[in-house]
T-cell receptor, first 111, second 113 residues
């Protein structure tokens, strides 16, 4: 079992729709959760981070964390073609210095 | 502010040669990470430094790989001898402290012929 699981996609949504990206993790002790966006041929770029259960909103992006279900998601409202990229979920367990990235979900936003 | 700076951006070399990748973290960041990314294995953490001290090198694939951080503003990842299966994009990232968001450099695209 992988430490962080993501559906590889591609996830296709029309422009203006809500894109929902999901991630599950196996280590119940995980404490920090991150979403990165990676365009083809580029480096990962931080989009959101969340530490507590619930929702965290930043502009068109909302991160949702449910530690009981070991589940973290990223919602992108009013999706734009420029949002087309691979989205990586990452988790961190502080006291064991463990960092894991998922394999990423490819998002296609169609004009 | 300058981000994480990596050099070289591209490296093409022959099997058996020594390869040295370099990284300058963001000033003031205390944690530095080396990753390798391939299509098959995704993004893998190779080694992580905290305050210039290696904390976890369990991701380093073989003894051919070594990493150093002689001071807070410089780190190297060395492969000796290099093999074709080492071909990948190598990223360096830094964070203020270990549990904070990591900021990535542009990466080094390494090709071993």
């Amino acid at each position: 079992q992988k430490e962080v699981e993501q559906n590889s996609g591609p996830l296709s949504v029309p422009e203006g729709a809500i894109a929902s990206l999901n991630c599950t993790y196996s280590d119940r002790g995980s404490q920090s959760f991150f979403w990165y966006r990676q365009y083809s041929g580029k480096s990962p770029e931080l989009i959101m981070f969340i530490y507590s259960n619930g929702d965290k909103e930043d502009g068109r992006f909302t991160a949702q964390l449910n530690k009981a279900s070991q589940y973290v998601s990223l919602l992108i409202r009013d999706s734009q073609p420029s949002d087309s990229a691979t989205y990586l979920c990452a988790v961190n367990r502080h006291n064991f210095n463990k960092f894991y990235f998922g394999s990423g979900t490819k998002l296609n936003v169609k004009p | 502010d300058a981000g994480v700076i990596q050099s070289p951006r591209h490296e093409v070399t022959e099997m058996g040669q020594e390869v040295t990748l370099r990284c300058k973290p963001i000033s003031g960041h205390n944690s530095l990470f080396w990753y390798r990314q391939t299509m098959m294995r995704g993004l893998e953490l190779l080694i992580y430094f905290n305050n210039n001290v290696p904390i976890d090198d369990s991701g380093m694939p073989e003894d051919r790989f070594s990493a150093k951080m002689p001071n807070a503003s410089f780190s190297t990842l060395k492969i000796q001898p290099s093999e074709p299966r080492d071909s990948a994009v190598y990223f360096c990232a830094s964070s203020l402290i270990s549990n904070q968001p990591q900021h990535f450099g542009d990466g080094t695209r390494l090709s071993i012929l």
